[in-house]
């Protein structure tokens, strides 16, 4: 059996209207040959207007509850789908997470699937039914009701792929994956092909398609992903194990995060156990640290400093000031007005001066450097807010649209 | 364990703050000792808009998917209820009719309750638990999601009240059950007592309180039901088995059905197997018939009567118009403006004189009686519409209004 996993997101299922189109996309694949099994999101709003009614009752809803009524989002939405493909004359089948069953973990809100059945939808493909299963619900071994937190409905999707040995399709409301924001840069382009790897480092590319725990996910299974728009034919992007992407090119993408905020801890004495003093008092925070910088320790003092979401900024500081007191530390400095600007690419690996040639575009914009990091496929440097999308848009020139070049200056 | 259910219907938990409303109904239920389960339907309207979507996918929505689709309203209310119980300080958990398990059988959108499963149930209560539990829907052997038609939250919850020997209250819109329609009949009072016997005869009336296919359930099972408002805290209306009811009057109430139809079949040829044959044509084409008048044969022929609801009344026309002409029947007529006006009570069983004075009533009235049937504890007579209030008027003010002379001059 060919099986091909269609997954739509809330804006595809949007109305009537929408999941009527979103059906004859089923159909069209069943027509070229293929077994499909549907994965569908709530509604668009639906499931915010549900969020919104609990906490109308209390800030603190609990949260076995909260699954119970979120899970009624996608049990709607499979309803309407099932019939009107009905409608269309294609026998189809909703099933519920706990009728898959979708198996789970007992963390309400955030579950995590630790099984998927697979014989009743199987024994439905062979009957000639399209099953149509909820997206983003689960449940747990005693019956208990779970959802996968946002973007669920995405891992739903691949788990049923990776459970049915299927083509995943992840059908949105963009294109596909851009090697930049196109609000940012005209320029942009659609890519063909990308990695698990490079999606997950694009993250803030990536997530405006597809959630990236279940990147995660399908790397982890090699589910072979096509993120595509219900609003077109065109083809969109595949994301795939690393030997399957043919073109290796330097830079995959350029992408900026400019919700960030920098701490830096002036003159912290260099004793061992000091840095793992101020992350610990953060994580026990729940904060996630992004950036962090050290330099080298002059005269028994060091400064260090990292990033975190500037949300939690505030919160950050007041920690990190209280820490910076019992560790003898100068002072605390906070700076919101910071962006991290990173370029992603697999052939970074096998590249030389490429981190030479950003630090270089930037310099040549008059763009300041505050701190770098990088990762085998990833570089990213903390700078002025101000400057982000100039840097983006020259970042993209220089290594994007004048990347076949690149590519034949480069090499291992 | 003193176990109450409380069942609440759409209008009760309409929005948040009648939800509030009904959990602190649970709540003076628990200070007083009992032990609740509570029942809900799903917010007043959510039902019909889920219809209304569904409708506007195809005029024949796939029955299966209909309930997986309704069921999504329930679900939802009892999230609501749940967190709300748990915001005012009460452990609630909620439930759906598969996590009961309420098993059905496999009937979509008109399900009959097989089994209901108390296990989880009383564990919930044992450990101190608010079990909510959603009304209206159950789950086949297969896994696969029912519901039990209009009105069918009052089923789950008698059936549950059966299952755990509880008393079941049901918490509505109305104060409880009355003599007469006040709208009618200004003098119309509440009846503290009635028996499950009337109450199912006096459906007319007491279809605003409660489904009558549920007080069917409850008789078999001998549960005691209290229908009260929600809105208030005095008393309403127990319906009780025929030996609790200490107050046998003669007449308990008085109801009138407006949407009647008459279609009498003209000259009949009186032989046997035709009468037969007319109403085996209308129960294939489904069509409910209500009351049926043949009157004593003349030279082998003769008149039969019928009522039918008005909004079958053309297709049941159709239909006996064919089967008249095979049978030979000279002609077929039809009366749209007729009404069933009806006096239901215990009593009447020890005594005598009723009949005659109802008709005495009607005709002092200048009513003309087209047609009479009559129960061991009901009779109706067939009149013209125009006269449909007051016949009940009247009849009210007889029966009712004087009935304490009423049952010292009745007697076995």
Redesign the interface.
């Known amino acids: 059996m060919k099986i091909l996993v269609q997954k739509f997101g809330g804006t595809s299922v949007g109305d009537?209207e929408r999941?009527e189109n979103a059906a004859r996309k089923v159909i069209k694949a069943l027509e070229k040959g293929y077994k499909v099994v549907v994965v569908s999101s709530a509604m668009a709003g639906e499931t915010d207007s549900?969020i919104n009614?609990?906490r109308?009752?209390?800030d603190f809803?609990?949260e076995?509850?909260?699954d119970?009524?979120l899970?009624?989002g996608e049990?709607?939405a499979?309803?309407?789908f099932?019939?009107?493909l009905?409608?269309l004359g294609c026998p189809a089948?909703?099933l519920?997470g706990?009728?898959v069953p979708i198996v789970t973990d007992k963390v309400h809100t955030k579950a995590r699937i630790k099984k998927v059945g697979t014989q009743r939808i199987r024994n439905l493909l062979e009957e000639g039914y399209v099953p149509v299963v909820a997206g983003f619900q689960g449940v747990t071994e005693d019956?208990e009701?779970t959802t996968l937190g946002r973007g669920g409905s995405d891992t739903t999707a691949v788990a049923l792929a990776a459970a049915l040995g299927a083509v995943c399709e992840i059908y949105t409301d963009v294109p596909g994956v851009f090697t930049a924001d196109p609000r940012i840069v005209p320029n942009a382009k659609k890519v063909p092909y990308i990695s698990y790897e490079e999606m997950i480092e694009l993250a803030s590319l990536g997530a405006k398609v597809m959630q990236i725990r279940s990147v995660e996910f399908a790397a982890r299974y090699g589910v072979r992903i096509h993120v595509r728009s219900s609003f077109s034919e065109e083809e969109g992007t595949w994301i795939l194990p690393e030997e399957e992407v043919m073109e290796k090119v330097v830079v995959r993408g350029v992408t900026v995060e400019t919700k960030e905020s920098r701490i830096t801890v002036v003159r912290v004495p260099d004793r061992p156990g000091i840095a793992a003093k101020i992350f610990k008092a953060l994580g026990d925070a729940h904060i996630v640290v992004d950036m962090i910088v050290q330099n080298v320790s002059h005269d028994g003092y060091t400064d260090m400093s990292f990033t975190v979401n500037r949300a939690e900024a505030q919160k950050a500081e007041e920690i990190v000031r209280k820490v910076a007191k019992e560790i003898g530390a100068k002072e605390v400095v906070r700076d919101d007005r910071v962006a991290k600007v990173s370029i992603v690419g697999l052939g970074m690996r096998s590249s030389y001066g490429t981190a030479g040639k950003m630090f270089e575009v930037l310099a040549r914009n008059g763009i300041n450097i505050m701190a770098i990091s990088t990762s085998e496929i990833k570089i990213s440097c903390l700078i002025d807010e101000k400057y982000a999308e100039l840097a983006v848009r020259e970042l993209h020139e220089a290594f994007i649209e004048e990347e076949d070049i690149e590519v034949e200056k480069g090499g291992g």
Chains 1, 2 share one sequence.
């Open positions: 009537l999941i549900l009614l609990a109308k009752i209390t809803p609990n076995r509850e909260m119970v009524l899970s009624t049990q709607k499979v309803a309407l099932a019939m009107t009905r409608k089948v909703s519920c706990w009728q019956w009701i």
